[in-house]
């Protein structure tokens, strides 16, 4: 095993593009799609690095220098909350030799080429631009220097980059100079990166780039926008689950004061007014005809996730646990379910559409520009190119962009009336039209030996849909993969020293969308190993951490997750014990590469369960921003505990409900651990996903800490003593 | 009809709906973009302002109600190019994630601070009811903390 002091010793380069998707498509889906190879790279996307599918090769197209001095990056990914962007500014700072001070970052509009071919998710961000941003900063810093040696007449080899200057020889001209005399770029060949140890910015806790504007409440959303002689648009939607349109009546709307126009297209209806409350009103009065064929309940979808029905794929498999379940005196069984969860996000969808012959503008909140940018120079007859997509700050993104019919909806309603038109959902839209995360259910089973050590452990999760049936992936890769690697992340089982396991996906098509919500699977798969983890653990009469330890195998994937468990265990000086009222539950997970490890102190008063303190190890690799890691594990620790803890969407008669905050039930302030301690590993040496996995662990550490206070074992989410 | 507002210190007048939500006037009329929509039926907290000094979730609140009184938003918390100290606070703990739910928040914390100025954490979890998706409480919770302490010593 390795020891501590190899801290830091392992070197990878994250360039080549590794993903398995790239594998997959070359290799064709003949024989690919064989049980050992589905196997194989279902464990290639589990274990994948980040990649970044964009232009990574012209600078000029990145950033932009103005004669002062001021360089922008012109992001091709969008901020929705992690941070992404300030890392993207220190990195692009470190390596182009300027202080972050003279720094901005604005999002790429869609015209400017600088577009990302896939989308902004999977904690890809930094982890992903990492390499590519390095190199193209790099090669900017050089084109500088070599511009700076022609206007100076000097050989580049002279003179040196640094605080936003090229000096030597006596002479410092400022990146402004250079640029306000610049004629035509030298693009050099290779340009060498610095030293990561020469980074000023990169491992510094830096504030946030947008947090003026955030705290000052600067219009930076996509509901901020709007354009001259605006109107406003509303679009009728169904409130029951597989309603399809049959027709409208709107013969009372085209009376409604303000109303400019009804809009009758072949998949929807809306109305443009003068002003959003005119435009809401109007939409009331339009009576549209449903056809429905079924009146779904809760209780119907339940029994279509179920392990056992739909189409199972075996995506892990290590020795023959089937046998061994098979011929074992005693198996440990435990069943898991999670629920319908909904997105949440605070800014509702929306958009802003101006639409000319020849052109569009469409300025929102998207996590998936080009998507964005394609859907609606399709829906309008336009070329790619003549649709400039303007992406703003998310106001939360958390999967809920990653498909934005929305903005044809804006764009059509534009058209039809010649005017910029302004639509975005109302709240119950939001809630009734999520794309929500599937419900689950899970069946863990396991063989202990004699001496209290899992010999054999089998994961089954049966999931609706997550990355199967999104615009964003390639139907050639669903039908390579065979199993959604959305609905399965995090569940397979991470204790490579269990000698027999396997973990097994079943797929389930719900009647509603379902799709990405932050860190997929994860939530739900963790809580369901891990907890069972935690009953393992007690039936063999073991400390819950050491039994961790003990079936984490010996590489550097298992070294890292055993240095967060230990790291976790330690900071929060973890007893497995009620001591004064309380008790700590302990999980842990790895997402993306990325372990993290979770103590949960808590306290049972009456039936409410109340989180006090979560200590959270995390090992991203190199922390660009240590304080944006922390603040992404403190956010994933109370999301997390709101999906565990409260959240659930209920099928009454059709509709899917609750459709407010306040029924749809979230953590508040008064639910929030008053401490949450992060403990910051960094055993790589690039930077490793951080905006989701620090939700996988805190469901189960709950649920195991309330059953050391009550005995009670809560095996689905939302976590509740009561009823 | 027509209504005299007083927003910030600065005065406006509408022509509009007595029943007008406050909050669609401020934004889609008065261009004052700080104030959020989050759901409509003053259950999120976005949308909260002061009106005499007091919180108001806007989005619900009929613009008639404010006639005659004091309405401060987000844009008028500074004065001056100078920061609210709930602002320095919020700057000092680097508090914002998405940053969308933010103004609602400050706001309610101004109108907390002026009734409780030096707030415990049950008076926080009492009062602060606001809805954050991207989990910023645990921070949110030392910027009001700190806040407090900002005011004391501007005093």
């Not at chain 1, 009576?287 to 199972?312: A, H």
């Amino acid at each position: 095993m390795r020891g501590k002091k190899e801290k830091k010793g392992f070197s990878r380069r994250k360039f080549v593009v590794r993903s398995a998707v790239g594998v997959g498509v070359l290799l064709g889906t003949t024989w690919v799609t064989s049980p050992l190879w589905r196997r194989a790279l279902a464990d290639k996307v589990d274990k994948a690095d980040p990649i970044y599918l964009g232009n990574t090769k012209d600078p000029v197209m990145w950033f932009y220098i103005s004669n002062e001095g001021r360089v922008t990056l012109h992001s091709p990914k969008v901020e929705m909350g992690q941070g992404a962007l300030t890392g993207l500014v220190q990195i692009a700072a470190d390596e182009l030799g300027v202080p972050i001070e003279h720094m901005d970052v604005v999002h790429a509009e869609s015209m400017s080429g600088n577009l990302d071919q896939f989308s902004t998710g999977g904690s890809t961000t930094v982890s992903g631009l990492w390499q590519p941003l390095r190199e193209l900063a790099a090669t900017m810093r050089e084109m500088l220097r070599m511009e700076a040696a022609k206007q100076m007449q000097v050989s580049a080899d002279t003179l040196k980059v640094d605080n936003g200057t090229v000096s030597g020889n006596g002479r410092t001209l400022t990146f402004g100079e250079i640029v306000a005399h610049v004629e035509e770029w030298t693009i050099p060949k290779d340009a060498p990166l610095r030293d990561i140890s020469e980074y000023q910015y990169v491992g510094k806790p830096v504030p946030r780039v947008d947090l003026e504007d955030k705290v000052m409440g600067a219009p930076i959303f996509g509901m901020d926008a709007s354009l001259p002689g605006m109107l406003y648009g509303a679009v009728v939607r169904p409130t029951k689950i597989g309603a399809r349109f049959v027709d409208a009546n709107t013969m009372e709307t085209v009376l409604m004061p303000g109303v400019v126009k009804v809009v009758k297209e072949k998949d929807f209806v809306g109305v443009v007014a003068e002003t959003q409350l005119q435009a809401e009103m109007a939409k009331r009065t339009i009576k549209v005809k449903w056809e429905t064929d079924r009146n779904w309940q809760t209780r119907d979808i339940e029994e279509m996730i179920l392990v056992g029905k739909g189409k199972p794929i075996v995506i892990q498999k290590q020795g023959n646990s089937k046998r061994l379940l098979r011929n074992a005196s005693e198996v440990i069984t435990a069943e898991y379910k999670s629920p319908i969860g909904a997105h949440a996000q605070i800014e509702p969808n929306g958009a802003v559409a101006e639409v000319r012959e020849d052109y569009a503008k469409v300025i929102l909140s998207t996590q998936v520009v080009r998507l964005t940018r394609n859907e609606v120079a399709d829906r309008l007859g336009l070329k790619k190119d003549q649709v400039n997509i303007v992406p703003t700050y998310l106001g939360g993104g958390f999967g809920r962009r990653l498909h934005t019919p929305h903005a044809m909806q804006a764009a059509v309603m534009a058209r039809v009336v010649g005017k910029p038109v302004k639509y975005f959902f109302d709240r119950q839209e939001e809630f009734q039209h999520d794309t929500f995360r599937p419900p689950t259910h899970h069946v863990l089973k396991a063989v202990l030996s004699e001496d209290g050590m899992i010999e054999a452990m089998e994961h089954n999760v049966s999931s609706g849909d997550v990355m199967f049936g999104s615009p964003i992936i390639p139907d050639i890769l669903q039908s390579i993969l065979g199993s959604d690697a959305g609905a399965w992340r995090g569940g397979m089982i991470q204790y490579g020293a269990i000698p027999h396991h396997r973990a097994i996906s079943w797929r389930v098509k719900l009647p509603f969308a379902t799709s990405w919500w932050r860190s997929l699977g994860l939530l739900a798969n963790t809580f369901a190993i891990e907890s069972f983890m935690d009953e393992l653990a007690l039936k063999a009469g073991k400390d819950p951490v050491q039994f961790r330890l003990d079936h984490i195998q010996d590489d550097v994937r298992g070294f890292r997750l055993k240095e967060v468990i230990k790291a976790a265990a330690e900071k929060a000086g973890f007893m497995d014990e009620v001591h004064n009222g309380r008790a700590m539950g302990f999980a842990a997970s790895t997402d993306a590469n990325t372990p993290v490890a979770h103590v949960a102190e808590v306290s049972v008063e009456g039936k409410q369960i109340k989180v006090h303190k979560v200590t959270c190890a995390i090992d991203p690799g190199l922390a660009v921003n240590p304080d944006q890691v922390r603040a992404q594990c403190e956010g994933c620790v109370i999301m997390g505990m709101s999906a565990a803890m409260f959240e659930k969407m209920e099928v009454v008669d059709g509709s899917l409900r609750p459709t407010m905050y306040g029924p749809y039930k979230m953590a508040l302030m008064k639910h929030a651990p008053k401490e949450i301690d992060v403990v910051i590993l960094e055993n790589d040496d690039v930077p490793g996903a951080v905006g989701e996995p620090p939700l996988g662990p805190i469901g189960a550490a709950i649920a195991n800490a309330v059953y050391r206070l009550t005995g009670k074992r809560l095996r689905e989410m939302p976590l509740t003593l009561e009823g | 009809m027509k209504m005299k507002l007083e927003i910030n210190g600065s005065q406006y007048e509408v022509d509009t709906d007595r029943n007008m939500p406050l909050l669609l006037v401020i934004r889609d009329m008065l261009d004052l973009k700080g104030t959020k929509y989050g759901c409509g039926r003053a259950a999120c907290g976005s949308c909260t302002l002061l009106v005499d000094g007091e919180a108001v979730r806007s989005c619900s609140y009929p613009v008639s109600l404010a006639e005659g009184r004091q309405i401060t938003t987000i844009e008028g918390l500074s004065e001056n190019g100078q920061r609210h100290p709930v602002q320095q606070a919020w700057i000092e703990e680097i508090v914002p994630q998405c940053g969308y739910c933010q103004p609602g928040f400050m706001m309610a914390t101004v109108a907390l601070l002026n009734k409780i100025p030096d707030p415990t954490d049950e008076d926080i979890d009492q009062n602060i009811l606001n809805v954050c998706r991207c989990g910023t409480y645990f921070r949110m919770r030392k910027a009001i903390h700190r806040a407090a302490e900002l005011n004391k010593s501007n005093i």
